[in-house]
Nanobody, 125 residues
Framework: QVQLVESGGGSLQAGGSLRLSCAAS????????MAWFRQTPGKEREGVAF????????AYADSVKGRFTISQDNAKNTLYLQMNNLKPEDTAMYYC??????????????????WGQGTQVTVSS
């Protein structure tokens, strides 16, 4: 049974940094694709960052480029999202996702097979 557990969220002021973690059990990061999404009430889940484990390829939403970094530790089977220079508009519930379906788009939440429960990030101005 696959389980993804996020941690590291919190409340902070604009300009600060946070590192989110997503620990996996029953799933091996080193052979798969993972992503971070975020969602605010009333809006669709938005793709934030993506990593393809096989080649270390990464991709980012334009809104976070240069501020967020996605990475993984295969030995710990953990996915990370380093978030710097946070802005109030980054406030959201953040989710990790795994198992992008073949031919799918990392920007489309429905193309991922597994999800964590989410961790809240709140940035005040």
């Amino acid at each position: 049974q696959v389980q993804l557990v996020e941690s590291g969220g919190g409340s902070l002021q604009a300009g600060g940094s946070l590192r989110l973690s997503c620990a996996a059990s029953g799933y091996t990061y080193s052979r798969n694709s993972m992503a971070w999404f975020r969602q605010t009430p009333g809006k669709e889940r938005e793709g934030v960052a993506f990593i393809y484990a096989g080649y270390g390829t990464t991709a980012y939403a334009d809104s976070v480029k240069g501020r967020f970094t996605i990475s993984q530790d295969n030995a710990k089977n953990t996915l990370y999202l380093q978030m710097n220079n946070l802005k109030p508009e980054d406030t959201a519930m953040y989710y990790c996702a795994a198992d992008l379906k073949y031919g799918g788009s990392w920007l489309r939440a429905t193309d991922f097979g597994y999800w964590g429960q989410g961790t809240q990030v709140t940035v005040s101005s």
